[in-house]
């Protein structure tokens, strides 16, 4: 299972001369979006797997008896 993340994220450690501080606040909230947006699918992701996982329990558990 190959899991990537749909959103790339940069984040800046310090601020362009050329950029205002609204040009810089814009950047950092665009990238906060797009690690919200990728740790939503990382959450999803992970309630999907328990979910199987607890199937599967259940299937086993019901073959051993």
């Known amino acids: 299972m190959q899991m990537r993340s749909l959103y790339s994220v940069a984040l800046p450690t310090e601020r362009d001369e050329r950029d205002d501080k ?3 606040e814009d950047i950092i909230k665009k990238n906060e979006n ?3 947006q ?4 990382i959450s999803d992701k992970l309630y999907e797997l328990e979910l199987r996982l607890a199937a599967l329990e259940t299937a086993v558990e019901a073959l051993a008896e």
Request: charged content about 10%; proline content about 0%; some cysteine.
């Open 38 to 41: 990728n740790f939503g699918l």
């Open 34 to 36: 797009c690690l919200n």
């Open 22 to 24: 609204k040009t810089h």
